[in-house]
């Protein structure tokens, strides 16, 4: 008798648990342990190696903006260690399955992008209070040089992956994402001054503005890219 | 008790119409599509899980719009598309974990969904290894099982039987007719012995239309007297080929004499 009761509860608990259906905030938690590790990993070296750089360059010299350039190349390199994340429905054929299932391709995307996302800024934001603590510099101005770099590589690549939606979209996220680091790499070693002084701070201000717009109106497009097969396997260009 | 229903669905990709003012009223049982490659099987498929829109007509369930359901129709729906990819990191459970989570499964009934089908699939001792290391045959089970993760209503499966042995064959067709019960299964094929046994209805289609509908003993009587077997000799056959359509050509040498 008791059996038959553990037997017919244990069904009774199966069946609750395969009709129920999750919630969004349910879906998004799970996510995470579907991002492949060696992307997180990849975006926790980048900061230490970015962390450990900056304080032997102090050591070295006295903080200056060189260095403030040379460490915002951080931003470019997390966008592309996190890039293989966004693009891997579309290289590895799985759009079709994620296009026919509860929460769609859309959702999905939008997932993966916010957690990307907010794993970057915690590690941008990481790197704005170790430079503002070492450099005494003042940490909102440290965030806007930090943060610009990292839009416009987004932007950047956003919009290259809703215009070129074939399987290699990613290396060409890759390339762009490199070359906005080379330009960094140039600007540090070739200072241009002017764009670190106070007065150039709206300038900053503006770009950021810009770009923060510029992400909304490709994140907006990418959801509608998403929601059909014939848009999400597109070149538009 | 389902009822799909197809009102003159078309689709056109730029000027080529694939699937043609198609109409069908589908209830529970084994559907076969039937037709040569390029005939519009997978392009209907596709509208038929939402994954693409019609341009013209609509398909409704229980009368009403799929597109509108959303996530109520896509809860009910099971796809396994012809060339399905996968996440080669993962490995058979882990990627069942994830469709589960796609399909809206919790992870605990996830897992436990996916240890049930993958014994149903023979893949119990695959479970831990990474996919990128698996055969087609094994590639397609795991398809075959993250389709019916959500235990769907609506079964679709694009060329379910690719890639399968003949022994996997049989088995694939005994677990449809074991799964059928008050479902809606939809399974394209070019290969008539796949759906012969167990399809209720097989459908026809031919150019993007849909050729003729009905069941096997229909179809086959519609074929009486336009179908022979024939003996001819061997140096005729060429001949005969091009004259009509010849389904199964073979050569028996069997008499020989030699002259004294």
């Not at chain 1, 810009?210 to 097969?229: D, H, P, Q």
């Not at chain 2, 080529?16 to 039937?34: C, E, F, P, Q, T």
């Not at chain 2, 596709?46 to 369930?61: A, E, H």
Request: glycine letters at 8%; aromatic letters at 8%.
């Amino acid at each position: 008798m008791l059996e038959e009761t553990v037997k017919g509860a244990a069904e009774v608990l199966r069946k609750t648990q395969a009709s129920r259906r999750t919630s969004f905030g349910e879906f998004y938690m799970t996510q995470l342990r579907f991002i492949n590790w060696k992307v997180w990993a990849a975006q926790l070296l980048i900061i230490l190696a970015m962390g450990l750089l900056l304080h032997k360059s102090i050591q070295e010299q006295d903080g200056n903006v060189q260095l403030v350039m040379l460490t915002s190349i951080a931003a470019p390199l997390l966008v592309a260690a996190g890039k293989q994340t966004l693009t891997r429905s579309l290289r590895f054929h799985m759009l079709e399955i994620e296009l026919s299932t509860r929460h769609l391709l859309e959702k999905l995307t939008l997932v993966r992008m916010s957690l990307l996302g907010i794993a970057d800024l915690l590690g941008l934001g990481l790197l704005a209070i170790l430079m503002s603590a070492w450099m005494q510099m003042e940490i909102t101005v440290l965030l806007l040089y930090l943060l610009v770099p990292f839009n416009l590589t987004c932007f950047g690549c956003l919009w290259l992956l809703n215009r070129v939606r074939t399987p290699n979209c990613g290396y060409y996220c890759l390339i762009y994402s490199c070359l906005v680091a080379l330009m960094q790499t140039i600007l540090a070693f070739n200072p241009s001054l002017w764009l670190f002084e106070s007065s150039a701070v709206g300038v900053w201000q503006a770009l950021l503005v810009l770009t923060v717009a510029g992400i909304a109106s490709e994140v907006r497009g990418m959801r509608k890219i998403c929601r059909s097969l014939e848009t999400a396997t597109k070149i538009l260009v | 008790m389902l009822e799909l229903t197809l009102n003159q669905v078309s689709k056109q990709f730029s000027a080529k119409k694939v699937v043609d003012g198609i109409s069908a009223r589908l209830n529970s049982g084994v559907y076969g599509l039937l037709g040569a490659n390029g005939a519009g099987k997978t392009t209907l498929m596709r509208m038929i899980c939402g994954i693409l829109k019609p341009t013209s007509g609509t398909i409704l369930m229980n009368g009403e719009e799929i597109g509108r359901m959303g996530e109520r129709y896509r809860d009910l729906l099971g796809y396994l598309p012809q060339d399905f990819g996968y996440y080669p990191d993962f490995s058979a459970e882990e990627f069942l974990w994830y469709v589960g989570s796609l399909k809206g499964l919790t992870l605990p009934a996830a897992k436990g969904k996916a240890r049930e089908l993958l014994r149903m699939v023979a893949l119990s001792e695959a479970a831990r290894k990474k996919i990128r290391t698996f055969s087609g045959g094994m590639k397609q089970r795991l398809g075959i099982a993250q389709a019916m993760l959500n235990d769907p209503r609506v079964l679709v499966l694009d060329e379910p039987t690719a890639g399968l042995d003949p022994k996997e064959r049989v088995r694939f067709r005994n677990l449809i007719a074991d799964l059928a019960r008050d479902k809606i299964v939809i399974l394209s094929t070019h290969i008539v012995s796949d759906v012969e046994y167990i399809a209720d209805q097989i459908l026809v289609m031919k150019q993007g239309g849909l050729l003729m509908t009905g069941t096997v003993e229909q179809l086959t009587a519609t074929m009486e007297g336009c179908v022979w077997s024939c003996h001819i000799p061997a140096r005729e056959a060429e001949e005969w080929n091009a004259r009509y359509c010849v389904s199964n050509l073979g050569i028996r040498w069997s008499c020989v004499s030699c002259p004294r």
